[in-house]
C-alpha cells in the first residue's frame, strides 16, 4: 500500500493560484502514474490530470491551460500547479496512485471572495 499525503490547499480569491503537493511512500514512486481528483459537495469525483512515469500529462478540459500537473521523482511528490482560479473549482482535492488505487485524504480547496 502507497501512502499518499496531500498538502496546499486554503482558501484563495478567483483569479488567484495555489500549489498543491501531494508525498507519496516507498521506492516505486518513478514506475507510478499519478493522478489528480477532485469532488465538490454533492458531485462526483472527477479526474483532473495524470501524469506518466515519463512526464507525459493529460488534463481535464475545465482545466486545461490553468493547471499543470508535474512530478518530482527524488522527492516522491506530484505537483498541481493551479492558477486563474475559478469558484467552480472549489473542492477537494485528492491524488491518487493509478496502477495501485491507493488515495491520499484529500485537502480542501475553496476559491471566494
Known amino acids: 500500500q502507497v501512502q499518499l499525503v496531500e498538502s496546499g490547499g486554503g482558501l484563495v480569491q478567483p483569479g488567484g493560484s495555489l500549489r498543491l503537493s501531494c508525498a507519496a511512500s516507498?521506492?516505486?514512486?518513478?514506475?507510478?502514474?499519478m493522478g489528480w481528483y477532485r469532488q465538490a459537495p454533492g458531485k462526483q469525483r472527477e479526474l483532473v490530470a495524470t501524469?506518466?512515469?515519463?512526464?507525459?500529462?493529460n488534463y481535464a478540459d475545465s482545466v486545461k491551460g490553468r493547471f499543470t500537473i508535474s512530478r518530482d521523482n527524488a522527492k516522491n511528490t506530484v505537483y498541481l500547479q493551479m492558477n486563474s482560479l475559478k469558484p467552480g473549482d472549489t473542492a477537494v482535492y485528492y491524488c491518487?496512485?493509478?496502477?495501485?488505487?491507493?488515495w491520499g485524504q484529500g485537502t480542501q480547496v475553496t476559491v471566494s471572495s
Open positions: 516507498g521506492s516505486n514512486f518513478r514506475l507510478y502514474v
Open positions: 491518487k496512485v493509478q496502477q495501485t488505487g491507493d
Open positions: 501524469i506518466t512515469s515519463g512526464g507525459s500529462t
